[in-house]
Structure formats: C-alpha cells, structure tokens
C-alpha cells in the first residue's frame, strides 16, 4: 500500500460541479498509462461501501493477471480505519475535504471519530465527495481509464448550487458531457430511464423527445465502445398502458416517443418502438433485445431487480471515462454486520475492469 499526496492542484479547493455552475472544467488529455488503471470510491464510510468494496476487490484481483492497477481514493481521517490490508495492486491516493457546502466552513468541530458504522453524518458526506471529487480529478486529467464509485446517500450534495441529484450527473457535469444516460444492467437484462427521480404524476409532462434520443444515443455508445456490442438492438417502451393503444390511452407515444424513434433510426440505430412494455422485458430476457429503453423509473428498474437484484450494476453512459457503481444504497440498517451481499459491486469493479484493459 502506497500513500500519495492529493493530485493536482485543484484537487483541494471548493469548484462547482459541472459547466453550469460557473466554468471550471479541465480539457481532458490523453492518458498515459501503460497499465490498465481503475479509480475507487469506497461511498459513504458509514454504510455498507466499504465492506463491498473491499470484497469486490479481493474478488476481482483473484483472478490476477499482473495487469490491473487500482487507486483508491481515501480522505486522509479515514486512511487509518480503510487504508490497511489492500493488495498491492491497490494504492492508496489522499482526497482532500472540501468546504462544507452546507455550512460555508470547514467545520473543524466535525471529527472522524464523530463516523459510526450505521450512522449518517455531515462528516460521512464530506468524506465522501472528498473521494468522489479528487477521483473526478483524475479523470479530468486522463489518469484513469475507468471508474468504480461506492455507495453514497443524495445528502453529499447538501448545499452546492445547483445541487446535482446524484452521483451520474455530478460526473458527467464534472466530464463537461451533457448528453448521458444512467444505465441499470446485468448478465440478462440491461435497462435505461429517460427520466429517473421524479414523480409519476410529472413524468409525463417533463418526458422530452430530446430526452429519449439524448438517453438512447448515449447508451447506443458505452454499448458499442465499452461493451463490444457493434450493433445494439433497441426495444424503446410507451409509456402508456399498451403503449397508449392508438391514442385511446394517452398520445405521448405518437407525440413525443415515435418522433424519437424516427430520429434514432435516421442515426442508423436499430431501434424499434414505441413497444408495450408488458412484453418487452421477456423478449429482453429471451435475447430480443440489448437494450430496453424506459420512459421512467421505476418501469425500468422494477424489472431490473426483479432478475438482477445482487447481480446488477450501475453505469453512466456517455462519458469519455467509464464509471460504474453498485446498484444499491448505503443499506445503513446491515452495515458493518457482514452480511452485505458484494456481488453487486463485484460486478461493477470486473467490467470496469475489463473496460480498462480494453482502453489500455
């Protein structure tokens, strides 16, 4: 285990999230490794990250090719509890705290031993966007050719203006890429939300054909670049019940989904729908489809975890740096206890893995 001082010398100073809140934005350079090279988060410190995570990587690298280098990027408090007993083609790399967004200062009263396995804190927080930031930073900086991050609660972002939902937009606003897509998959299935965190009764109002292309384009491409599927099949749901039956149930799917699927075909995609979705996630399972378009989400993801529960993974697509996730909480109410299923992150940490190499 090697420690490294923080990289790069934005790496320890408050920045906005992404373009839009105010310019700061590094121009990504060519990466240098030689070796293929995967940046680590371990999410919140409290939760069940860290034990996944470790797991994962004891998983990953026993099937050891003397190839896959890992960097872990830890806050300098939480080395001593998370930083000892890697393999050691882990290296440890410090993450700064930035400021407390929520407080406007640097909290000096907030301590690591205030960090209670189970128990959120402030100080998790900024634990953990210290990691996710520098991580980002070197991505930025064309340091890594992908990355895995932990599990993380939405309150990491408390405070910043504009506040990201989530971990995939802050990346990609931190990549300076506006056109992404959140893609849920596993061995059988692979799903994408147009729209993720709103509620159903807004969905339909704030459903865009722009959207549609915008999500499908973006997946279409970590398919074929990351995935080695040269020509995905696409199957794009309705959003009505029986994709709105010719408009007796609803015209979004004549006025803003078909209009999509046009476009998408007129890119030479092989995309098909609007389709009901009541049948589509079996033709899916059957080997149909390589993708499934959804236009919110949980029509996307209640399938998702009906077949792919601890098996499933998070990726967000249409960056120039993979980055991938387990696809599961904080689970606070098991952490520490050992009893977190890692197959999730496990499956996370190899694909990313083997998108390194082929990047590599």
Same mark, same amino acid.
């Given at each position: 285990?090697?420690?490294?001082?923080?990289?790069?010398?934005?790496?320890?100073?408050?920045?906005?999230?992404?373009?839009?809140?105010?310019?700061?934005?590094?121009?990504?350079?060519?990466?240098?490794?030689?070796?293929?090279?995967?940046?680590?988060?371990?999410?919140?410190?409290?939760?069940?990250?860290?034990?996944?995570?470790?797991?994962?990587?004891?998983?990953?690298?026993?099937?050891?090719?003397?190839?896959?280098?890992?960097?872990?990027?830890?806050?300098?408090?939480?080395?001593?509890?998370?930083?000892?007993?890697?393999?050691?083609?882990?290296?440890?790399?410090?993450?700064?705290?930035?400021?407390?967004?929520?407080?406007?200062?640097?909290? @000096?009263?907030?301590?690591?031993?205030?960090?209670?396995?189970?128990?959120? =804190? %402030? /100080? #998790?927080?900024?634990? &953990?966007?210290? *990691?996710?930031?520098?991580?980002?930073?070197?991505?930025?900086?064309?340091?890594?050719?992908?990355?895995?991050?932990?599990?993380?609660?939405?309150?990491?972002?408390?405070?910043?203006?504009?506040?990201? @939902?989530?971990?995939?937009?802050?990346?990609?606003?931190?990549?300076?890429? =506006? %056109? /992404? #897509?959140?893609?849920? &998959?596993?061995? *059988?299935?692979?799903?994408?939300?147009?729209?993720?965190?709103?509620?159903?009764?807004?969905?339909?109002?704030?459903?865009?054909?722009?959207?549609?292309?915008?999500?499908?384009?973006?997946?279409?491409?970590?398919?074929?670049?990351?995935?080695?599927?040269?020509?995905?099949?696409?199957?794009?749901?309705?959003?009505?019940?029986?994709?709105?039956?010719?408009?007796?149930?609803?015209?979004?799917?004549?006025?803003?989904?078909?209009?999509?699927?046009?476009?998408?075909?007129?890119?030479?995609?092989?995309?098909?729908?609007?389709?009901?979705?009541?049948?589509?996630?079996?033709?899916?399972?059957?080997?149909?489809?390589?993708?499934?378009?959804?236009?919110?989400?949980?029509?996307?993801?209640?399938?998702?975890?009906?077949?792919?529960?601890?098996?499933?993974?998070?990726?967000?697509?249409?960056?120039?740096?993979?980055?991938?996730?387990?696809?599961?909480?904080?689970?606070?109410?098991?952490?520490?206890?050992?009893?977190?299923?890692?197959?999730?992150?496990?499956?996370?940490?190899?694909?990313?893995?083997?998108?390194?190499?082929?990047?590599?």
């Amino acid at each position: 285990m090697a420690v490294c001082s923080p990289l790069g010398r934005y790496a320890s100073i408050p920045r906005p999230w992404g373009k839009e809140a105010g310019g700061w934005m590094v121009r990504m350079r060519s990466q240098t490794q030689q070796r293929p090279t995967v940046g680590l988060t371990l999410g919140d410190p409290t939760g069940v990250g860290p034990e996944v995570m470790r797991a994962a990587v004891t998983s990953v690298l026993a099937d050891d090719r003397d190839d896959l280098k890992l960097h872990l990027y830890l806050p300098s408090a939480l080395v001593a509890t998370h930083g000892a007993g890697w393999p050691t083609a882990v290296t440890i790399l410090s993450a700064p705290l930035v400021q407390d967004a929520a407080a406007q200062t640097s909290a @000096p009263s907030l301590r690591s031993e205030s960090l209670r396995v189970g128990e959120p =804190s %402030r /100080f #998790a927080n900024r634990c &953990a966007l210290a *990691a996710l930031s520098t991580m980002t930073d070197a991505a930025v900086a064309g340091e890594l050719h992908a990355m895995v991050t932990g599990p993380v609660a939405k309150g990491i972002f408390d405070g910043m203006v504009p506040q990201p @939902p989530g971990q995939t937009e802050y990346v990609a606003g931190r990549l300076g890429v =506006s %056109r /992404f #897509a959140m893609m849920l &998959a596993g061995p *059988a299935l692979r799903v994408v939300p147009v729209t993720t965190h709103v509620p159903l009764r807004a969905v339909a109002d704030v459903l865009t054909t722009a959207g549609i292309v915008n999500a499908t384009t973006a997946a279409c491409a970590d398919l074929r670049d990351w995935l080695a599927i040269p020509a995905p099949r696409v199957a794009v749901c309705g959003l009505n019940p029986h994709a709105g039956e010719g408009g007796r149930l609803g015209d979004e799917e004549a006025r803003i989904i078909a209009p999509a699927v046009v476009a998408l075909q007129r890119q030479g995609l092989d995309v098909t729908g609007p389709l009901p979705a009541d049948g589509l996630f079996f033709q899916a399972l059957q080997g149909r489809w390589d993708l499934v378009v959804c236009m919110y989400h949980d029509q996307a993801l209640g399938p998702l975890k009906t077949v792919h529960f601890y098996d499933g993974w998070n990726q967000t697509c249409g960056l120039p740096v993979p980055r991938l996730s387990p696809d599961h909480g904080t689970a606070w109410d098991i952490a520490g206890k050992g009893i977190a299923d890692a197959r999730s992150a496990t499956a996370a940490l190899a694909l990313a893995a083997e998108i390194a190499r082929r990047r590599a």
